[in-house]
């Protein structure tokens, strides 16, 4: 090939995996061929850094019906019911374009949940941006990022009719120069009618249908495969431009299709389009496929084959349909007014062979693209930060009194209610929101098929991951699952988006494998196995990557949806509970970082049966009507977490606890709760069964927020907590 | 009792509503926006929520051109008792069975959450079931709720009690959450069959998601 090294350089290929795909190819490729092996082997699509630390996560349990490598995971919720969910990022293109990637983003999550025959009833995101709240082009920008997503995220949910029940907010300078913007869907679909990824049998045609393919989103995934320099910052074009009105229609049309028994298999096409889609279908089932390009839908005149097959415009779907149904499908889809084209057939030749006016223009061998795609083992090392901040410690610094350090941390940005961010999304259609977003601890959600309620939150605290990339994963796994548990329902499962740098750095490299092995372990010590996910690399700018941020949802299942445990104080006079230990465990804390802008020291330590133990409490408690409201100890401590109960229901709250140090009110300790007892007796008996330490701290009433030393009037209080975030947001308005 | 709920390309609150309508004993149809007849002993008909054709252009803008349209004014003109919810009251004021306009909202976003709401006549099918100055908490979930009419037009609808509900806050004091004129969240034609309100009534029918307030809506008209 003539100036290979400019080809693999713009096709982002190295001259080894060059060489395998001659091996493959048994000839050079073409123009066309190399650019779907870009696509297919580009670190977004195939997973190459990362699979080698994929491999061995938990998957199994008695309820997954469907594990990772499908669109989404795949749950049995009892009643011939089934949860169907997934999280994925959309951090490069939100950081180019901050309303079209993040709107693509939720477009994009929703495909691949009812892409399997389930009707989308939740979104939730995981969003992190740099530092929001200084006077200078810095966080000028990022207030910018933040509109600009959150209003992408609202209108494209919105529009879908799915409501947007919850989510986190993260705000560090690590981010400044790449954001992170996580969405996640869970769908309900019939446990036995759900659809697959999947092309087989001779001669069943390839449909193609949504909306028509235009240039937009062209080499998306290869983008999305490289840290941001200087010199790639106008890389708009890359990024694709949402309709949620044609998604929306492509959602009816879909369930309408899926009520009949026309297709085989079908799948969304998401990043690399038409070329992962049809590799995917195709490899999965062993069958070769021909496609006809000339005849998709385009956009524009003067479309060439390639960009039909890069193209990563959005709301389009691939069928493989069942022989002398294809009429019948087309019919659907013409009612909803979309396009749809039988554009091929399925073979058995396993070569993807694609024809342009009738000419053959490129002949690929599927399996060993899609299943044989290439597996790195990077170099690895532990980063040399580590064991400097290991040996931070709050006495290094000036030691401030606690009631500065509360209004210092109450007012955070991390602590603060987001009403600014989520009363832009529509929380409440679909008329099942029990827990909606600010209720704070998960979200829930009623099934109406089966009364009972799905809790779901999303989790990750990126100050304990850079401090330590393996515990740090496991307690974001325990931390989604404790919400989840606090609201009484059993946690079950999890999808993950394991948010990293730059994965050719051994240090990057390393934080991710330890990321992956905390998760392997919380996962399986919790019984809450991995079902989907997603890997983002390359998040860096200019060598500086982000905290490594391996955002965890967690799902869950409450047996009664009538039975559903508030986080916010509800009665006066009613007792406080601090339910596990508190030990001085400042490593990675909120405390450490506003007080002191300082992340480090040394991470709490995780016991999972500890864990277990507290999450076995609340639901059983919860069970027998023992309790009111419950709420888990995280950032901030012991003093933020009553705060925000109270900032929340508008009640008072006397509080008295001895504590090793006076700070420990705002230590970090793991697998700690507050709840709100309703009778005494029979919880503190419960909790000696279960195993786990709980105190009496507490009353709630009164007009103050008192904790030990720490006191606040309540609305003052409630001033902070609910009006501070849109004092920061809007500032430069 | 037999209600039309009408389906249009990105309408998105069919299911909800006539769950609600459902869960209070009607007969539901969803009627499909391609359709040019409603269904024979149709009581009523309703709007729903979501976003018709996008709402790319202007809220509710293209709905009116829906074949079905076309059956639904002669249904209204005829008398038959016609509920707008969100972008279906959106749609009222585009086909002009209602008067004046939307804009949008004040701050410029979508706005969803619980709303307060004081009740300001009664004497009409759709809030017959309440008291004047009843203070009822529905959600609104709108990007375009900022209703506004001319003066003239305003104090037409104030002499002819066409104003039915307006946004408060839990102790009834004005509290205007879009910008809307007069803080107006709820009108009706002239001749009390054609009812306009952005709240949505259909989501607040059960204690258990925050609010069963919006039971004696549906109920009135459903009666």
């Known amino acids: 090939m003539k100036n290979l090294e400019e080809v693999l350089k713009k096709n982002k290929l190295t001259v080894d995996e060059y060489n395998n795909i001659l091996t493959i190819m048994g000839r050079e490729p073409n123009a066309l061929e190399m650019s779907i092996f870009s696509s297919m082997w580009s670190e977004h699509c195939s997973y190459k850094s990362s699979k080698k630390y994929l491999n061995g996560f938990p998957t199994k349990a008695p309820w997954v019906i469907q594990g990772p490598g499908e669109n989404a995971g795949v749950i049995d919720i009892g009643d011939g019911m089934a949860a169907v969910f997934k999280m994925e990022s959309h951090n490069h293109p939100s950081f180019i374009e901050p309303y079209q990637g993040a709107a693509t983003g939720v477009g994009g999550i929703l495909r691949d949940v009812f892409t399997m025959g389930a009707r989308p009833v939740a979104n939730m995101n995981s969003l992190r941006f740099g530092n929001i709240t200084n006077n200078d082009k810095i966080s000028k920008h990022q207030r910018y990022l933040v509109r600009g997503v959150v209003a992408g995220i609202g209108d494209y949910g919105n529009c879908m009719g799915v409501p947007t029940i919850g989510g986190e907010t993260f705000f560090d300078e690590s981010y400044n120069g790449n954001i992170l913007v996580n969405a996640f869907t869970l769908g309900l679909a019939k446990s036995d009618e759900?659809?697959?990824?999947?092309?087989?049998?001779?001669?069943?045609?390839?449909?193609?249908?949504?909306?028509?393919?235009?240039?937009?989103?062209?080499?998306?995934?290869?983008?999305?495969?490289?840290?941001?320099?200087?010199?790639?910052?106008?890389?708009?074009?890359?990024?694709?431009?949402?309709?949620?009105?044609?998604?929306?229609?492509?959602?009816?049309?879909?369930?309408?299709?899926?009520?009949?028994?026309?297709?085989?298999?079908i799948q969304d096409m998401g990043a690399a389009g038409?070329?992962?889609?049809?590799?995917?279908?195709?490899?999965?089932?062993?069958?070769?496929?021909?496609?006809?390009?000339?005849?998709?839908?385009?956009?524009?005149?003067?479309?060439?084959?390639?960009?039909?097959?890069?193209?990563?415009?959005?709301?389009?779907?691939?069928?493989?349909?069942?022989?002398?149904?294809?009429?019948?499908?087309?019919?659907?889809?013409?009612?909803?007014?979309?396009?749809?084209?039988?554009?091929?057939?399925?073979?058995?030749?396993?070569?993807?062979?694609?024809?342009?006016?009738?000419?053959?223009v490129a002949d690929i061998p599927v399996q060993p693209i899609s299943e044989a795609a290439p597996i790195y083992d990077r170099p690895v090392r532990e980063p040399a930060y580590l064991k400097k901040i290991a040996v931070i410690n709050c006495d290094d610094f000036e030691s401030v009194t606690n009631q500065d350090a509360f209004i210092k941390l109450v007012s955070s940005v991390e602590v603060v209610d987001k009403a600014w961010i989520y009363e832009q999304y529509d929380s409440m259609v679909q008329t099942n929101t029990i827990k909606a977003p600010g209720s704070l601890d998960a979200s829930v959600i009623r099934v109406k098929q089966n009364g009972k309620a799905l809790a779901m939150s999303s989790d990750c605290n990126p100050r304990y991951n850079y401090i330590d990339p393996k515990n740090g994963a496991a307690a974001a796994v325990m931390?989604?699952?404790?919400?989840?548990?606090?609201?009484?329902?059993?946690?079950?499962?999890?999808?993950?988006?394991?948010?990293?740098?730059?994965?050719?750095?051994?240090?990057?490299?390393?934080?991710?494998?330890?990321?992956?092995?905390?998760?392997?372990?919380?996962?399986?010590?919790?019984?809450?196995?991995?079902?989907s996910g997603n890997v983002s690399?390359?998040?860096?700018?200019?060598?500086?990557?982000?905290?490594?941020?391996?955002?965890?949802?967690?799902?869950?299942?409450?047996?009664?949806?009538?039975?559903?445990?508030?986080s916010a104080f509800v009665n006066d006079g009613a007792s406080i509970y601090l339910v596990g230990e508190t030990k001085s465990d400042f490593g990675?804390?909120?405390?450490?970082?506003?007080?002191?802008?300082?992340?480090?020291?040394?991470?709490?330590?995780?016991?999972?049966?500890?864990?277990?133990?507290?999450?076995?409490?609340?639901?059983?408690?919860?069970?027998?009507?023992?309790?009111?409201?419950?709420?888990?100890?995280?950032v901030g401590g012991i003093a933020i977490a009553l705060a925000k109960m109270s900032a929340k229901s508008g009640k008072g709250v006397t509080c008295k606890l001895s504590l090793d140090n006076t700070r420990d009110i705002f230590a970090e300790s793991f697998s700690r709760a507050l709840v709100e007892v309703r009778d005494e007796n029979d919880f503190e008996t419960l909790a000696k069964e279960v195993g786990i330490k709980v105190e009496k701290i507490g009353t709630i009433g009164g007009k103050s927020f008192t904790c030990n030393d720490v006191s606040m009037d309540i609305e003052q209080l409630q001033d902070i907590y609910f009006n501070r975030f849109m004092q920061v947001i809007e500032q430069d308005l | 009792m037999k209600v039309a709920v009408i389906v249009f390309p990105g309408t998105n609150c069919e299911m909800d509503t006539k769950y609600a309508c459902e869960k209070l004993g009607a007969n539901v149809s969803l009627v499909f926006h391609k359709e040019d007849k409603l269904p024979s002993d149709i009581r009523l008909v309703i709007l729903p929520g979501g976003f018709s054709y996008g709402d790319y252009l202007r809220s509710a803008a293209i709905a009116k051109f829906s074949p079905i349209m076309q059956d639904v004014i002669r249904f209204a003109n005829e008398g038959g008792n016609v509920l707008g919810i969100c972008n279906g009251f959106q749609m009222l004021l585009e086909m002009q069975l209602l008067p004046g306009a939307m804009k949008r909202n004040a701050n410029v976003h979508f706005i969803s959450k619980?709303?307060?709401?004081?009740?300001?006549?009664?004497?009409?099918?759709?809030?017959?079931?309440?008291?004047?100055?009843?203070?009822?908490?529905?959600?609104?979930?709108?990007?375009?709720?900022?209703?506004?009419?001319?003066?003239?037009?305003?104090?037409?609808?104030?002499?002819?009690?066409?104003?039915?509900?307006?946004?408060?806050?839990?102790?009834?004091?004005?509290?205007?959450?879009?910008?809307?004129?007069?803080?107006?969240?709820?009108?009706?034609?002239?001749?009390?069959?054609?009812?306009?309100?952005?709240?949505?009534?259909?989501?607040?029918?059960?204690?258990?998601?925050?609010?069963?307030?919006?039971?004696?809506m549906l109920r009135g008209l459903l009666a």
């Open chain 1, 194 to 265: 759900i659809f697959y990824g999947k092309a087989e049998g001779i001669g069943n045609p390839v449909v193609y249908v949504g909306s028509k393919t235009g240039r937009d989103g062209l080499g998306g995934a290869v983008m999305a495969s490289d840290s941001f320099t200087e010199e790639n910052k106008s890389l708009r074009p890359t990024v694709q431009v949402g309709d949620p009105f044609a998604e929306k229609l492509l959602l009816e049309a879909c369930l309408e299709l899926f009520k009949q028994d026309y297709i085989v298999g």
């Open chain 1, 274 to 360: 038409l070329t992962s889609s049809s590799f995917e279908m195709a490899g999965r089932s062993g069958s070769g496929m021909i496609m006809h390009l000339d005849r998709v839908p385009a956009r524009e005149e003067g479309m060439e084959p390639f960009e039909f097959m890069l193209s990563e415009s959005q709301e389009r779907m691939l069928i493989c349909a069942k022989k002398g149904y294809e009429h019948k499908v087309l019919e659907i889809f013409h009612k909803w007014d979309l396009d749809a084209e039988v554009i091929g057939e399925v073979t058995n030749s396993g070569n993807m062979e694609l024809f342009w006016h009738g000419k053959r």
């Open chain 1, 479 to 531: 931390e989604s699952g404790r919400n989840v548990a606090m609201s009484g329902a059993r946690p079950l499962a999890i999808t993950d988006c394991l948010n990293y740098g730059n994965p050719e750095n051994p240090e990057i490299m390393w934080q991710f494998a330890q990321g992956c092995y905390g998760i392997k372990e919380a996962c399986a010590a919790l019984h809450t196995p991995v079902v």
């Open chain 1, 537 to 566: 690399l390359y998040n860096e700018t200019n060598g500086v990557g982000v905290f490594p941020t391996p955002a965890i949802v967690m799902v869950g299942l409450n047996e009664d949806a009538n039975k559903v445990l508030p």
């Open chain 1, 588 to 634: 990675g804390s909120l405390y450490m970082k506003e007080l002191f802008d300082a992340v480090g020291g040394k991470l709490a330590c995780i016991d999972y049966a500890k864990e277990l133990k507290l999450w076995n409490l609340v639901i059983e408690a919860n069970r027998a009507g023992l309790l009111s409201s419950a709420k888990d100890v995280n």
């Open chain 2, 114 to 216: 619980f709303h307060h709401l004081k009740v300001i006549n009664t004497a009409n099918k759709f809030l017959h079931l309440f008291k004047e100055n009843d203070i009822l908490n529905i959600p609104i979930a709108h990007g375009e709720g900022n209703y506004f009419i001319d003066e003239a037009g305003l104090r037409d609808l104030y002499a002819n009690d066409q104003v039915l509900l307006q946004y408060v806050d839990a102790q009834g004091r004005i509290s205007n959450p879009n910008g809307s004129l007069d803080s107006i969240a709820c009108i009706c034609n002239k001749e009390r069959n054609v009812f306009g309100l952005m709240p949505h009534p259909e989501r607040a029918i059960e204690e258990l998601l925050g609010s069963s307030d919006g039971v004696d």
